[in-house]
């Protein structure tokens, strides 16, 4: 298939420069500056962060002043494409579905082989969840019942089934560390307050932990009990191994 467009993997994932796609949907040049803003800063259809990003572009003696230019999702570019309706939207849509189909039979045949690369791949997605979640609760101040939102989207989570630091250091065979060498790295990374066991709220509201009182008081206080979640014991192995991996290639 002859390169139409070139498809680039970003943060965003697979992505094209819209710049390239509008002149090459031949869109006039000269209103470019005028068209990006109106298109894509300011629309309200699609967020910066997740669906595009803002390209850095070297400024040089040739061209001392390059044009602004962005980096936008498959998904996004499809949409501009067709929004467009030149003699070549058609063209252009059509070639970038037929490269992410080429893409996801590609992905197909590249099953992890072992477990530790699986539960890398289930934390590069988990990643990217948790970049596009953190725009949008960005974006959404202004819903007041957004923490309950969350909550109840991690409910199955939590309900399947919670356990302890301690046990799940012991059960699984990817961490070398012992339970409190473990509590330490976790407050190292961020992930625990500082000096405490209490987790940072963002990955409570994430559905990694549980932070719980206990039904009784002992010595007039309330015992917190902190638990690890099914989908925080794939995002937690999954940032240690990442961890590991960093501190090798340093």
Same mark, same amino acid.
């Given at each position: 298939?002859?390169?139409?467009?070139?498809?680039?993997?970003?943060?965003?994932?697979?992505?094209?420069?819209?710049?390239?796609?509008?002149?090459?949907?031949?869109?006039?040049?000269?209103?470019?500056?005028?068209? +990006?803003?109106? #298109?894509? /800063?300011?629309?309200?259809?699609? *967020? $910066?962060?997740?669906?595009?990003?803002?390209?850095? %572009?070297?400024?040089?003696?040739?061209?001392?002043?390059?044009?602004?230019?962005?980096?936008?999702?498959?998904?996004?570019?499809?949409?501009?494409?067709?929004?467009?309706?030149?003699?070549?939207?058609?063209?252009?849509?059509?070639?970038?579905?037929?490269?992410?189909?080429?893409?996801?039979?590609?992905?197909?045949?590249?099953?992890?082989?072992?477990?530790?690369?699986?539960?890398?791949?289930?934390?590069?997605?988990?990643?990217?969840?948790?970049?596009?979640?953190?725009?949008?609760?960005?974006?959404?101040? +202004?819903?007041? #019942?957004? /923490?309950?939102?969350?909550?109840? *989207? $991690?409910?199955?989570?939590?309900?399947?089934?919670? %356990?302890?630091?301690?046990?799940?250091?012991?059960?699984?065979?990817?961490?070398?560390?012992?339970?409190?060498?473990?509590?330490?790295?976790?407050?190292?990374?961020?992930?625990?307050?500082?000096?405490?066991?209490?987790?940072?709220?963002?990955?409570?509201?994430?559905?990694?932990?549980?932070?719980?009182?206990?039904?009784?008081?002992?010595?007039?206080?309330?015992?917190?009990?902190?638990?690890?979640?099914?989908?925080?014991?794939?995002?937690?192995?999954?940032?240690?191994?990442?961890?590991?991996?960093?501190?090798?290639?340093?």
């Amino acid at each position: 298939m002859k390169e139409l467009i070139r498809i680039e993997s970003r943060e965003i994932g697979s992505s094209v420069s819209a710049r390239e796609l509008y002149i090459g949907l031949g869109l006039n040049a000269v209103n470019w500056s005028r068209w +990006s803003k109106e #298109n894509i /800063d300011k629309n309200t259809f699609f *967020s $910066n962060g997740v669906d595009f990003i803002e390209l850095f %572009i070297m400024k040089s003696r040739e061209n001392p002043n390059p044009p602004k230019d962005y980096a936008i999702s498959i998904e996004f570019a499809k949409h501009i494409a067709m929004q467009a309706r030149t003699d070549k939207s058609h063209l252009y849509r059509q070639y970038m579905i037929d490269c992410e189909n080429k893409c996801k039979a590609t992905q197909q045949l590249q099953v992890p082989q072992t477990f530790s690369e699986a539960l890398k791949l289930a934390y590069e997605q988990s990643v990217v969840i948790e970049r596009q979640q953190k725009v949008i609760e960005e974006k959404d101040h +202004s819903i007041a #019942n957004k /923490d309950q939102l969350i909550v109840a *989207s $991690n409910e199955a989570s939590i309900k399947a089934g919670e %356990i302890l630091v301690r046990e799940f250091v012991k059960s699984n065979d990817l961490i070398d560390l012992g339970e409190k060498q473990f509590y330490e790295w976790m407050r190292e990374q961020g992930i625990l307050l500082k000096n405490g066991r209490e987790p940072d709220q963002k990955y409570v509201k994430r559905g990694y932990f549980t932070y719980k009182p206990s039904e009784e008081m002992y010595g007039g206080k309330f015992r917190h009990t902190l638990r690890i979640t099914p989908r925080g014991k794939v995002w937690l192995a999954g940032k240690y191994l990442a961890y590991l991996d960093s501190e090798v290639t340093a």
